[in-house]
């Protein structure tokens, strides 16, 4: 599976943005797909993940009210739509995607196989 996120950009506090996880190579059915994002010096960071079934979904607390991730099957594409963003979510943000991931491990970015180029997203005050 080949991963492509965009969508990021410079918006001011409580402003939204909605990420792209654009998949190719395999449909993205069956297949557990995450939101992680990272700041330099800090370790990655869990934001959101949807499980294999697409029946569950996991977030942070960090983000839980104000982040939806989304999934069109039929565009092969996974949606993270950020709202009333902080400055505290100024990061890189990264998509991934595991067909044999556990649910029990969705918040570990060591357990996920397959990762997008990641995309800037900053928030100003």
């Known amino acids: 599976v080949q991963l492509q996120a965009f969508g990021g950009g410079v918006v001011q506090t409580g402003e939204s943005l909605r990420l792209s996880c654009a998949a190719s190579?395999?449909?993205?059915?069956?297949?557990?797909v995450g939101w992680f994002r990272q700041v330099p010096g800090k370790e990655r960071e869990f934001v959101a993940a949807?499980?294999?079934?697409?029946?569950?979904?996991l977030y942070s607390d960090s983000v839980k009210g104000r982040f939806t991730l989304s999934r069109d099957n039929a565009k092969n594409t996974v949606y993270l739509q950020m709202n009333s963003l902080k400055p505290e979510d100024t990061a890189v943000y990264y998509c991934?995607?595991?067909?044999?991931?556990?649910?029990?491990?969705?918040?570990?970015?060591?357990?996920?196989?397959?990762w997008g180029q990641g995309t800037q997203v900053t928030v100003s005050s």
């Open positions: 991934a995607a595991d067909s044999s991931i556990i649910s029990s491990s969705l918040r570990n970015d060591f357990a996920w196989y397959y």
């Open positions: 190579g395999r449909t993205l059915r069956g297949v557990a």
């Open positions: 949807s499980t294999r079934t697409g029946g569950g979904t």
